[in-house]
């Protein structure tokens, strides 16, 4: 069950340029009031950070100039919270819980009565830089807020090191707007930090594998002993127990051309076409930019079909390595077999992959 | 009474045990005080930093045991930094000086280095027992020292510390004469053992009632320290990685058969997911199951075992029991009077309990008392019907993953759920909250709860009023902690002097100023407000700003012994 995501918004994709994300986020501002306004990661929205907001965006319908950043954003959300493409839950609870808290706001809310300058809240988003350079100079407390120190795997330092500051409180005044995020908050220095990895957060946004769940310092509150021996733990469960049972049977992916590797359950899919479809899915952002390289409509909203297309067509093929370490053909043996066997898999440029086939099919007819 | 002797007065209070009712003893005069103090002989000091141990060595001088506890609860979760403090060094050097007749020592949350360990073992002849929980800073060279030197040793039981280790043969310390030990827990460790010292460890033990072992210990040891030990009360296995098939795991059951005695079982570190049959046998008799750090094991699995278990009074799982699990443990064990759900997977924010499960224990499971619950969901409805059912909780702790998370069903605020808890519970000394939280559930709770010793907030109430109905109303808080929360000067200032009823005050992410925290050190001399400044965030400047200027971390406690001298540097104590 997918836990509903509390007064979350993610910002709307609209047509991907650069980047193609899944399904975008609409998130429907119903207060009318002058709080709510869209942002974007540019901080390209007309109604830039006055006096009397109270933060709130909502994004809807975001300009199709605006380039989709959201991909290269940095998402903190809670943990529990979703990726920006289960929006259907998100939507219908957005809309109806106007009153309801900030989930989790990395500056203090102001309400319509602040007089400075507007606070933003996070989920999920960062703040758009015009705003979070606004927001600098009249808050002093979080100019160095160290939102990045959420990030998951490697923050396990900064967890310890970087402060609650990100988590900053409510106003002290009952917040009547419905809080949406929108704004990211001031990253200046994590943001410096955090780049070469901010492209892999980016194409987190994938429906099959989890985002990296960004964490909050200190929660869930369990003794960190507890929490590092559990990680430890179910890691190694996992090893040894690769066959039988539910354990998941994460291999990786890589794609050739592509700048960094992804992991998939194998457990998750119970047939090739499952997982093809999923891997179009994943991989679908480094498609696009060959597209567009190749000089094929390279604004245009990049379809599935066209997509599978892509894939389908000579340029990929899908390889795997089995357990005697050759390179094989996906496709030949049955799945059962497969994912017993399958070790890693890449997608290789269709001009790499000759001769692959031939020799793969002949291995598993030896095997047969 | 006046005209007893001394020795009689001495024999009264000897039945006089709670550290509690000894402190009103020692309030009645100064007779009374005298032959309390010289009489007492083991003390409970909550936090370290309220008094010096010369103190305590001077006003008990038959000191025996000592508990002391050092770091703040929140840093268990990383919000304090590692360096704050909690030495426990300065204490055993004076006792040392002091010549206490020291035999116990429990520790937690404490820095404990190996050079204190080793001061230690040498310097209380009649050393027995030392207990470290969620401590830090020492190796095994420290544990070595301890079982070589300390002829005495019964007990050395260390829970979920951060020990370094040093693949040295600390168990091969303990001298081939030494054979009173009674409790060995060293669980925690994540270094190779030395195995045959190990048994042979066991076997002159004869006393040996309690063994947890870790993860380096693999089965074929375990079944024959089993055979050497049948008369174990208390047993955490350490690996149970096996092939069911195989000759070792058909000895294991054999051994485990003879082990009538155990009513504690634990561990399951690396287990391999199947064939927790062979401890069915003994599952009959456990008042006690903690199958927390074995994610490994699947829930049918666990739900096997756990129906057998008729007598569990104490329960520590993991989600992934389910909602479903939990209802058997609640159609068989009816003892049961304390749970603890665990989340398997911390990281990933999902959790597989809601609360069905919890209402379903609160069904079958009437004598609970305590509850700890990690869980994706909860529900007003769910809670007034847990409260109805359990009037009996003791500490209740409810942790939603998701820590604003209104009701699942009708989407409020969960004030009433919480209220009707506090307002049930009458003997509640423990409270936890979490989930969507307005003032009015700290309204409940300062009308409510009386006998409310200690509350953890985190991301809840709307403004000041919240705190200040919880610190107007519960008067016998001594520790409350609180994070993200919308609480500023208002509150904190509101009543000063509650302070010193106290043990301590936790506030981060909140609203106090710096202005705010100087005002209450300046009112209140007898309270430390400590100021933990990481990273700089912020600057020591006098002035308005002051109250500008948000606090990230304080914590104040109340003290005998002034301003800590081993504060470091991003600790300002104002």
């Known amino acids: 069950m997918t836990p509903p995501l509390l007064g979350g918004v993610e910002e709307v994709a609209s047509s991907a340029s650069l980047l193609a994300s899944s399904t975008s986020v609409e998130s429907v501002c119903e207060n009318g009031s ?32 605006s380039l989709n950043l959201k991909a290269t954003e940095l998402r903190l959300g809670l943990p529990g919270s979703q990726s920006p493409e289960r929006n259907s839950d998100l939507c219908l609870f957005a809309s109806t819980q106007l009153d309801e808290k900030p989930l989790f706001p990395l500056h203090p809310v102001n309400d319509n009565h602040g007089s400075s300058m507007p606070k933003n809240l996070l989920l999920g988003n960062k703040r758009g830089f015009s705003d979070a350079m606004d927001g600098f100079s009249e808050d002093k407390f979080t100019s160095e807020s160290e939102v990045n120190a959420m990030l998951s795997p490697r923050s396990s330092q900064n967890l310890g090191l ?39 957060r980016s194409s987190a946004n994938n429906s099959t594998v989890p985002a990296t769940k960004a964490q909050v310092v ?61 891997l179009e899915k994943m991989f679908s952002c480094f498609t696009i930019g060959q597209c567009g390289s190749h000089g094929t409509s390279g604004r245009e909203m990049l379809t599935e079909s066209k997509l599978k297309d892509l894939l389908h067509g000579s340029e990929y093929v899908l390889t795997y390595e089995d357990k005697d370490g050759d390179w094989m053909l996906v496709g030949d043996v049955p799945w059962e077999m497969f994912i017993e066997t399958c070790k890693r898999m890449r997608i290789m440029k269709g001009s790499d992959a000759i001769g692959l086939a031939p020799r793969a099919v002949e291995k598993s007819r030896n095997k047969n | 009474m006046n005209y007893f002797p001394d020795e009689v007065l001495e024999h009264i209070f000897d039945f006089v045990g709670s550290h509690k009712d000894r402190n009103s003893v020692s309030q009645v005069c100064k007779l009374w005080y005298r032959i309390e103090s010289y009489s007492r002989q083991t003390v409970f000091v909550g936090n370290c930093y309220a008094i010096g141990p010369e103190r305590v060595a001077e006003r008990f001088s038959g000191l025996k045991s000592i508990t002391l506890k050092g770091k703040p609860h929140f840093a268990d979760f990383n919000l304090v930094p590692p360096d704050w403090g909690g030495f426990v060094y300065p204490w055993i050097e004076a006792f040392a000086r002091s010549r206490v007749g020291l035999e116990e020592l429990r520790l937690k949350r404490m820095v404990v280095s190996d050079e204190s360990l080793e001061l230690l ?27 070589a030197y300390c002829r005495q040793l019964k007990e050395l039981d260390l829970q979920e510390n951060d020990v370094e280790d040093h693949r040295g043969h600390w168990l091969s310390c303990f001298p081939e004469s030494s054979t009173s030990l009674v409790s060995l827990n060293f669980a925690c460790l994540k ?33 024959r320290i089993l055979i050497r030990a049948p008369q174990l009360l208390d047993l955490g296995v350490g690996s149970y990685l096996h092939d069911p098939d195989s000759e070792n795991y058909n000895k294991l059951v054999t051994a485990i058969q003879k082990c009538k005695s155990v009513r504690s079982l ?32 699947y829930d049918n699995e666990l739900i096997k075992l ?90 209740f702790r409810l942790c939603i993953l998701d820590p604003t998370k209104p009701d699942a069903v009708t989407q409020q605020p969960l004030d009433e759920g919480f209220g009707a808890i506090v307002q049930a519970c009458k003997g509640l000394k423990r409270l936890s909250l979490s989930g969507l939280l307005t003032d009015q559930v700290f309204l409940y709770i300062g009308m409510y709860a009386e006998q409310l010793e200690m509350l953890s907030i985190a991301f809840a109430g709307d403004s000041d009023k919240g705190m200040q109905y919880v610190l107007k109303g519960c008067k016998k808080l001594r520790k409350l902690e609180i994070r993200d929360s919308p609480f500023g000067n208002a509150a904190l200032l509101m009543d000063v002097a509650k302070y010193e009823t106290m043990r301590s005050l936790w506030m981060s992410s909140c609203e106090v100023t710096l202005g705010g925290c100087k005002a209450l050190a300046k009112r209140m001399p007898g309270l430390n407000v400590e100021i933990i400044n990481e990273n700089d965030q912020m600057e020591f400047v006098g002035g308005c700003d002051d109250d500008r200027q948000k606090v990230e971390k304080m914590y104040l406690y109340r003290t005998l012994a002034g301003q800590r001298r081993d504060a470091p540097e991003f600790v300002w104590t104002l």
């Open chain 1, 34 to 65: 002058a709080e709510l306004k869209e942002r974007n990661y540019m901080g390209l929205s007309d109604s830039s950070s006055s006096g009397d907001s109270s933060a709130i965006s909502a994004v809807t319908g975001e300009s199709k100039t």
């Open chain 2, 121 to 147: 073992s040498r310097s209380f002849p009649n050393f027995k027992s030392l207990v470290l929980v969620s401590c830090e800073g020492f190796t095994t060279d420290g544990l070595a020292a301890v079982a």
């Open chain 1, 218 to 278: 200190g929660w869930p509150p369990i003794r960190s002993f507890r929490k590092n021996s559990l990680a430890t733990l179910s890691k190694n469960t996992e090893e040894v127990d690769g066959k039988a049972g539910a354990s998941a049977l994460y291999v990786k992916i890589s794609m050739d051309g592509a700048p960094y590797l992804r992991k998939v359950d194998l457990r998750n899919y119970s047939a090739y076409k499952e997982l093809s479809l999923a």
């Open chain 2, 266 to 297: 634990s561990g399951f570190l690396d287990v391999a997911p199947h064939c927790l049959s062979a401890f069915h046998i003994i599952c009959p008799n456990l008042t006690s199951l903690n199958l927390s750090y074995a994610p490994g094991i």
């Open chain 1, 162 to 200: 970087k402060p609650g500051s990100i988590l900053e409180n409510l106003s002290s005044q009952p917040v009547k707007a419905k809080e949406l995020v929108g704004q990211k908050p001031a990253q200046e220095r994590p943001l410096v930090s955090s780049d070469p990895r901010s492209n892999n």
């Open chain 2, 191 to 223: 270094g190779d053992i030395n195995l045959p010292a190990l048994e042979r460890l066991v076997a002159r033990s004869p006393n040996l009632k309690s063994l947890r072992l870790s993860r380096a210990v693999p089965l074929d040891v375990l079944q």
């Open chain 2, 306 to 395: 756990i129906r057998h278990c008729h007598k569990l009074q104490r329960l520590w799982i993991l989600d992934c029991i389910g909602d479903k699990g939990l209802e058997v443990v609640a159609s068989t064990c009816k003892d049961l009077e304390e749970l603890r759900v665990f989340p398997s997977d911390p990281y990933v924010g999902q959790a597989a309990v809601t609360e069905e499960g919890l209402v379903a224990i609160s069904r079958g499971c009437q004598k609970l008392n305590s509850i700890l619950y990690f869980c994706q969901q909860m529900t007003n409805a769910a809670l007034i019907t847990v409260a109805k059912n359990c009037p009996n909780f003791v500490r």
